[in-house]
T-cell receptor, first 112, second 115 residues
Framework: AQKVTQAQTEISVVEKEDVTLDCVYE???????LFWYKQPPSGELVFLIR??????QNEISGRYSWNFQKSTSSFNFTITASQVVDSAVYFC?????????FGTGTRLKVLA | DTAVSQTPKYLVTQMGNDKSIKCEQN?????MYWYKQDSKKFLKIMFS???????INETVPNRFSPKSPDKAHLNLHINSLELGDSAVYFC??????????????FGDGTRLSIL
C-alpha cells in the first residue's frame, strides 16, 4: 500500500522569508513519479514540478527548489523569498502505473 | 486558449436530480480524469479514461457514470444526487497512457451544491 503524508497542515510566513513544504511518500514501488501542484484561492490546480524516483539530484527553478531523498521517502519543496502571491494550498501528488494520489495539502499563507 | 475546459462552473440542484458535467481538452492528450475535492480540500481520483477506454474506476457509487465519446471529451453524469455529492469536481488530462509519468492539466472545476 502507498501512503503520502503532508504533515504541515498550515504554514504562515512573512513575505521574503524562505519556506519549505514537506512530503513523505511511502511505497514499495521502485518506479514512481512525484509532483507538486498549487491551488491558489481562485481554486484552479496548477502543476509546479515533477521528479522521478531515479533522480535524487536537487533542482532549482527560479524561486522554487526541490529535494528528493529516496532513503527517507521525502520530497520537499522550497520557495525562496516568498511573495504574497505564493499564498495557496500546495499538494504533493505521487503517481505510478494507474495510481494517482494526492496528499492532504499544506496551506501556505504569506503575509505582507 | 483554454487547455481543459469544463462546464458548468457552478451547479446548484435539488437532491434526487440527475445532472451532467462536461469536459473537453484541446491538448491532444490521450488520458483524461475526474477528481472529487471535498470541503476539506481532499482530492481523490474517481475515474480515468485512456483513448476512450476506462482504465481507473475507484470506489465510486454507480450513480456516477463517466462517458468518453472521443479522447478529447470526458463527461460525468450523476444520477439521484445526494447531499454528500456536494463538492468541487475537477477534470484533468495528461499525455500518459496510465503510467503516471506526465503532469496533469486541470480544468477550473465545477462546484456542485446539493440543496
Amino acid at each position: 500500500a502507498q501512503k503520502v503524508t503532508q504533515a504541515q497542515t498550515e504554514i504562515s510566513v512573512v513575505e521574503k522569508e524562505d519556506v519549505t513544504l514537506d512530503c513523505v511518500y511511502e511505497t514499495r514501488d521502485t518506479t514512481y513519479y512525484l509532483f507538486w501542484y498549487k491551488q491558489p484561492p481562485s481554486g484552479e490546480l496548477v502543476f509546479l514540478i515533477r521528479r522521478n524516483s531515479f533522480d535524487e539530484q536537487n533542482e532549482i527553478s527560479g524561486r522554487y527548489s526541490w529535494n528528493f531523498q529516496k532513503s527517507t521517502s521525502s520530497f520537499n519543496f522550497t520557495i525562496t523569498a516568498s511573495q504574497v502571491v505564493d499564498s495557496a494550498v500546495y499538494f504533493c501528488a505521487p503517481t505510478g502505473t494507474y495510481k494517482y494520489i494526492f496528499g492532504t495539502g499544506t496551506r501556505l499563507k504569506v503575509l505582507a | 486558449d483554454t487547455a481543459v475546459s469544463q462546464t458548468p462552473k457552478y451547479l446548484v440542484t435539488q437532491m434526487g436530480n440527475d445532472k451532467s458535467i462536461k469536459c473537453e481538452q484541446n491538448l491532444g492528450h490521450d488520458t483524461m480524469y475526474w477528481y472529487k475535492q471535498d470541503s476539506k480540500k481532499f482530492l481523490k481520483i474517481m475515474f480515468s479514461y485512456n483513448n476512450k477506454e476506462l482504465i481507473i474506476n475507484e470506489t465510486v457509487p454507480n450513480r456516477f457514470s463517466p462517458k468518453s465519446p472521443d479522447k478529447a471529451h470526458l463527461n460525468l453524469h450523476i444520477n439521484s444526487l445526494e447531499l454528500g455529492d456536494s463538492a468541487v469536481y475537477f477534470c484533468a488530462s495528461s499525455q500518459d497512457l496510465g503510467a503516471g509519468r506526465s503532469a496533469q492539466h486541470f480544468g477550473d472545476g465545477t462546484r456542485l451544491s446539493i440543496l
